[in-house]
């Protein structure tokens, strides 16, 4: 066993001494431009292109169909590593992942199960915790609103650490909504603009859009009522400063970034990762653009949440605790 | 020598059109090109005009060897055409029509700067409307005049008329002559296709006569008459028309009893008329006095707003279908919008109406060779031409579509027969051959009801003759003692 | 069938021609269009091409079938999620049916779902006299509401995060490609989802050819669509045939609910359909109308598609987009073609005299 792996490591170092690796992208409909979590992965992806000097192709599928035969065309092209963003390559990646065993595969935001496939979840709810925290203390009426996206358990997740979060100060009310329960959800700003201004009118002064686009809708709101939102998946404080109160940040970059390295240096382990608090998969955001927003109370406070968090002394109630995704 | 046509040749998928056609017209005339339908007479004047472009063989303009590849080309050289149906917008004015495709310049009104070109044309001529008046306002006679004046003011000197007096009535065609006369006198050159033998004579300097694509003869008009004319045109010398029995008409077969309909066109009021067996009923009147109500109600396509129609004495209350079938045959009014789908193949018409007969459908499964079969029938007993069960309808004149349409009608073996304009756009044999066909079938007994706005067909055909004016019956006559003058005032409604 | 086979000749070239260019202009070789080409036409690709062709086999037949009746028929999207709808119902209320039983129940039932929704249509224009165009494109986002609502609330798959149903019983599964092939060890369609689907979209093209040339409804349906007011002076119903030329199109949409279900994922997926039904119109276009034009043209888009996709691998950053610069030029083609031609021509003759 030991001489088969040493056997096989030393193959992998004198490989990838020859020739650069090559890494296959194949991103959700959303596509690399969402200024979300497809772009946080091209992002990763691309840093370990200019760092690691590996060859990186990337593809935006147009509909579901054709996830399947882009992972397909990577693994037949012999591609090293091949990576899909965001649950709806589940089922795709399972079945190509049988199909090509020597292939590897990171998945994002879903749990394949497969030997060849490395399975990235993060812990939405810690996260969602801390910007839960962060919004119970700056608010002013003691409401706090969430617009959700599409109503699936991921999005459940984030809402339950959030009220969580928010409610452990004590006398707060959190107010949500869902903008859909189709992929339309992620799309439509006016919709999420109307939910938020309805959350406005019953109090609320602090947002969380966990939305794709229809967030932008949310913000429009709040800039307008003069009350705060909060971005989410990537740093979005810089979309509308002094009204972006923080984000609540999903390292994709890191994992993908990660599992290109690992590969690299012919580490690549599968299985499910979970990236959470203690190892940065999540966070809140904090920069020049909203500093001033958070006063020393606040980000003593959420600090001291986050290192009791990490030590495991706090456990944030986990959605998927009580339903399980597949 | 104005246009010399020599050997010019054009085929079509299925036809010769022009088999190596050669003529000349002289500056200055009136030329008349007859021929039956399908003769190919449209054909060479459309090839003249820049719309199709010949196989082979020459033309030459002016001496000039020439091959407009568009109607536009060809206008520009002063050759201009007016089509059998006008190519006007109805909704613009006489002036607007007249311009349409010189408007010239976005920014300067072409009616304004262009005014004064137009005038001395428009007063010279003397007509009855005005510059502004809309095309929609003007009878179909007028409507013709502006597609003249159209070409007169792009300047053409060769003007092509395609059956110019299919669509007027005896007093337009009349004006019509007297304008070509003027028009001749003028220096202008002008061609006209026709299938109509006395105006042929009347009218041109020189004729052609065309048969199946080839020309037959070329001489001037004064060494021919009428008798001659007619040989040459047909092939053979004319059969003398179908005896009438002379037994007295039978039972009643079709009894309108007092019908007023509340339509946008014409609506009749209150009409009353019965046709017997063995009886043709002619309806004289001028188009746009309730022709097309009387045909719709018959057939149950218009509502009543009072009376009813009686068919071997019971009124009538059946579909459409069920009337079509029970003993009732229709030529329609308007053949290309009524009865035929121009896009389909002839045998495809040649079943319209009957296809749901056993005959010709089993279980909803339409049979091939019963339908070849009855269309070859058809085509051999009406000669058609081309003589193809599976030619597309478009591709044949609108006289061989007509044939087809009558030997439809009457494949039937119906008791009472529809005949709205059955010869209308139809050439000489076909004429004959189907007034023939209704006199065959009026001795065996069928009541027919035969609309038309031509006097002589009615008075030649007819049993009786109602005038219909304004959705009335204005007046009625018996055979032989109808005169032109008699209908005529009764179709204005001066009787 | 010579015209035919001109106007898709025509069109394509245009197209890549316009295609190459605009490769060409963005840095990079055209030659990459030739390479997404070949690799649509691999064996794999060949699979992916004949699976994306079903579909557009299927609403472009409901298309040209309205066309027929002289109806614009742009409802297709909705009346194939009706018949999606239709087989997930059917078979999650009959789980225990033999295949010999459950595959032709679906298939009807993926018929009669899409139909129903034509059919309404279809009663909206005869009777109520409401223009085709606009109760078609409405009763779209009445499709989508009743399909999502039963999506999510009614045989939603509650595990999943994606809004889907569960799978349907394995009874109703048709075979793929693949899976018949494989006995014979013959490798052509590897693991691609091209099935049964296909035979049964080209029996279904030569049955509506049969009906609209052989049979007397047919004969009746084309003749409304060519003339209305012909088709009652020759005493036909032409209400019925409206009734009946929207309801057999939505029908032939609905049938696309067997390919995506029975035939690929066994399961109803919200919003599965890249357009299917509107690329339908396409595809009817350019096929004359004909059935035997529409599965060429079906075929060729199916081509676009999969071309779509492999033109990302072939180039560097020419985007997948560029299918669909390919389909618009096709359809702006054979729209203008009659006037192109014309057009060379004239230059041409323009030269020789």
Redesign the interface.
Known sequence: MLKALLFFSILGFSLSAQAAIKVGLVLDKGGKDDKSFNAAAFRGASEAEKKLGITL?T????????LE??L??FS??GYDLVIGVG??Q?NPIKKVAA?FPKTHFLLID?DAGSPNVRSVMFAEHEGSYLVGVIAGMKSQTKTVGFVGG?D???IRRFEMGYRKGAESIGGITVVSNYVG????AWRNPTKGKELALAQISKKADVIFAAAGTSGMGVFDAAEEKHVFAIGVDSNQNWVKPGTILTSMLKHGETAVYQAIEDRNANKFTAGLVSMGLSDGGVGYALDEFNKPLLTPAILKKVEEVKKQIVAKQLKVPDYYSI???? | MLIEFDKVTKRFPLTTANDSVSFNIALNSIHGVVGENGAGKSTIMKILYGMY?HDSGEIRFRGERV?F??PLDAIRRGIGMVHQHFMLIPRLTVWENILLGQEGSFWISATERKTPQLKPIFESSGLGFRLTDTVESLSVGQRQQVEILKLLYRESQVLILDEPTAVLTPQETKDLFQRLRQLKAQGKTIVIITHKIAEVLELTDTVTVMRQGRVVAHAPTHTLDAEHLTELIIGQACPPPHPRAQEPPGQPILEVQGISTRSHRAPLNKLKLTVRAGEILGIAGVSGNGQEDLVESI?G?CPLSEGKVQFRGKTMTG???????GGIA?I?PDRL?????P??SVE?NA???L??GAR??KC???Q?TAITKHTETLISDFSVSPPSPVATLGTLSGGNQQKLVVGRALASNPALIIAAYPTRGVDIGATRRIHDELVKRRNSGAAILLISSELDEIMALSDNIAVLFDGYCAALFPRGQATELALGRAMVGAA | MKSLAFSLSFACTLALAVAAAIIWFSGESPLALWEALR?SLSS?GLG?TL??ATPFVFTGLSVAVSFHCGLFNIGAEGQLYMGTLAVIATATALPHLPPGLAIPLGILAAGLGGASWGCLAGMLKAWRGSHEVIVTILLNFVAYSIV?YSI?YLYR?P?????ETLKIPGTFSLNTFDELLSPFSVSLFR??PANLSLVLGIIVALAVGFFLF????G??L??VG??A??A??????SALSTILALSLSGGLAGLVGVNEVMG?EHRF????S?GYGFTGVAVALLGRNHPVGVICSALLFGLLH?M???I??ATTHV??ELSLVIQAIIVLAVATQPFLVSLLK?RS??RA?
Request: aromatic share 12%.
């Open positions: 192709k593809v935006e599928s147009s509909d579901d169909t054709a035969p882009s397909r065309t037949r092209k649950f709806a589940l199909e879903s599409m699936i358990p991921l329960s189709t992929s339309d339903k399980p995704p597949q | 472009s091959q590849s568009s057939i396509l579909s459409t279908y069920e009337r079509l079938t229709l329609p919008d009524e009865a035929v789908v896009t389909f495809f079943i319209l109406g296809h749901r010709f459908q909803g499964i339409l091939r | 690799a794999e992916y699976f994306y999502d999510l798959d595990v999943s995060q994606s809004p693991s691609t052989r049979t007397r409804w004969f009746e084309r003749t060519a003339n007011r012909v009652r002076f020759a005493g036909m119903n690929h997926i919200q919003g599965f890249p999969n779509s996709r492999e990302e691998f985007s997948k004239r003759r323009g005299s």
